[in-house]
């Protein structure tokens, strides 16, 4: 029989291309590049740590977020894997358990599924499993949410499934500046983190600053109000804001935090401003039913009850499959049904 010897390259991609350099100065970015930044500096900042997912390499990944890093970090930090979810997810606890930061792209929402029993059976629960001796450092970027016309298993929001499981960060990002504050934040991070970012946020440009900013559990007031509580994350910030802009011109105040941490949730942020308002109204892309408005909801009534003026409102995607591209904008809530859960907060309905 014929043995086959493994032998390592003499050469990798990436020994001849220029360093890495960091962001040093404010610059206005994508959000898509904004996180490519992040990576960059996180892989700077630490030699441990690692990319892997599918295409992540040589494509840049489909949305070619991970551009460029192949080449500057080579082959070894930077690995294209099988198109198996699974695995990848397998793969990085065994380097998180060897010390290692892995940071995994699943590269759509619908494609993380393959890998969650990894996620709920092994990341989860390591560090409980070993009495604190064994931490999962893991990061798990998961572009997510509808809006770019996509097909099956392209468009969807599963971040109840994780903020449902303990042991897991979970965290989502509306803006450049977060993309890049939070995707360092995360990988620096002991715990494991899932990090949603909304796919049609990608191309949107913001300023970004080369700091840490405001702690990836902390919530944020982006648009002060007195009104209405109207709370939400990824891509809805903006349509909330949008929402804020018209109601202010019928007289209405609507104060929008961006949630930014899923799990866990920045309720002294949430029940300060409802107890000043009175009123919430939550919005999301995914379903209703088992969602984490309803979630949110509850805790704000056992928390705040004597201080609502009204039931709690949600603005949510149908209980229904992630429809065709065509129909996606009867799905999505948009401008026009977040005002009318504003109208019947408000009791205008």
């Given at each position: ?19 890495p ?17 992040g ?17 992540i ?14 080449a ?52 989860a ?42 042991g ?6 509306s ?14 991070s ?6 949603f ?14 700091e ?5 559990e ?5 648009t002060?109000?007195?009104d209405?509580?109207l ?21 209405i ?5 961006d ?46 009850f ?44």
């Amino acid at each position: 029989m014929t043995m086959t010897t493994l032998t390592t390259p003499t050469t990798l991609p990436g020994l001849d291309a220029p360093k890495p350099v960091p962001l040093t100065e404010t610059k206005t970015l994508t959000m898509g590049k904004a996180i490519n930044e992040g990576l960059r500096q996180a892989m700077l900042d630490d030699p441990k740590v690692v990319l892997l997912g599918e295409d992540i390499g040589a494509l840049g990944g489909v949305f070619r977020v991970t551009s460029d890093l192949l080449a500057q970090f080579g082959a070894r930090r930077v690995i294209d894997t099988p198109l198996a979810e699974s695995a990848i997810i397998g793969t990085a606890v065994g380097l998180a358990y060897r010390g290692y930061r892995p940071v995994c792209e699943i590269q759509f929402d619908g494609f993380i599924f393959p890998g969650f029993d990894q996620i709920v059976s092994q990341v989860a629960k390591f560090h409980y499993r070993t009495q604190g001796a064994v931490r999962m450092p893991i990061t798990i970027r998961v572009p997510f949410g509808g809006g770019i016309g996509a097909a099956e298993h392209h468009s969807e929001s599963p971040e109840a499934y994780f903020t449902h499981t303990s042991g897991l960060r979970v965290i989502a990002v509306s803006n450049a500046q977060d993309a890049y504050s939070l995707i360092r934040q995360a990988i620096a991070s002991d715990d494991p983190v899932l990090y949603f970012e909304p796919k049609r946020r990608y191309h949107v440009k913001g300023e970004v600053v080369p700091e840490l900013g405001a702690p990836m559990e902390q919530a944020v007031i982006v648009t002060p109000g007195t009104d209405v509580t109207l709370l939400t994350y990824g891509a809805l910030v903006s349509t909330a804001k949008d929402a804020a802009l018209a109601a202010f011109d019928e007289g209405i105040s609507i104060e929008v935090i961006d949630l930014r941490s899923l799990s866990p949730v920045d309720y002294a942020v949430v029940e300060a401003s409802v107890r000043k308002t009175g009123r919430v109204v939550v919005t999301h892309e995914a379903a209703q039913s088992g969602g984490l408005g309803g979630e949110i909801i509850a805790t704000i009534t056992e928390r705040c009850f004597s201080y609502l003026e009204a039931a709690p409102v949600r603005v949510t995607g149908f209980d229904v499959p992630y429809p065709p591209a065509k129909l996606e904008s009867h799905y999505l809530p948009d401008l026009d049904r977040i005002l009318d859960g504003v109208d019947r907060v408000m009791g205008r309905r």
